[in-house]
């Protein structure tokens, strides 16, 4: 049960619990907030996406040769500076083009950043893996009302708020390590 009050362990799951939330439903905010207030096609909205999920599938493909020989903790920091900075690009550049170059960029460094992270908590107390991956699972369940909270607040304020909301949690991921 000592696993559960780590220090370690906690932040490690908060940082899952708010790096979780640049998932899917940020990619259906972002269509929506593209279509609806950039006035893109659903085309050009879901080519962003595209960009977003090609690049992590470079991220995890390139995994080795973009990190090296960094430590977990400069390898999170640089990757989620990176994550802070192209996500806001990727979601209000006026030029689609600059869009789709952010968010292929956001999906390489999502993709280090997501490996590194799980490779870290896996690696936290050896021999107790399950353990400490399942902790983490659970406090990180706590995100799961944020796209409820997200919505609310789309329909109240409109989705740019919604999507503001997420470049939050986004700039959480760095700081929060």
């Known amino acids: 049960m000592a696993i559960i009050v780590e220090r370690r362990v906690l932040l490690l799951a908060l940082i899952m619990g708010l790096f979780a939330l640049l998932d899917e439903p940020l990619a259906a905010f972002l269509i929506a907030f593209l279509e ?33 020989q960094r430590s977990t903790g400069s390898t999170m920091r640089s990757f989620a500076i990176v ?45 107790r ?3 400490v991956s399942a902790v983490v699972s659970l406090i990180g369940m706590a995100g799961m009302g944020f796209p409820l909270a997200t919505g609310a607040l789309s329909d109240a304020f409109g989705l740019a708020a919604g999507v503001a909301l997420y470049l939050e949690g986004d700039a959480n991921d760095y700081f929060g390590k």
């Open 36 to 68: 609806r207030d950039h006035h893109q096609t659903a085309a050009a909205a879901n080519a962003v996406v595209l960009a977003w999920v090609v690049g992590q599938f470079g991220g995890f493909s390139l995994y080795d040769r973009l990190v090296g």
């Open 83 to 127: 994550m802070a900075l192209s996500l806001p690009i990727a979601i209000f550049a006026p030029a689609l083009a600059v869009q789709i170059a952010a968010a292929l960029v956001f999906g390489v460094s999502s993709a280090v950043f997501y490996a590194t992270l799980q490779a870290d908590i896996l690696a936290l107390r050896p021999g």
């Open 129 to 131: 893996a399950g353990s």
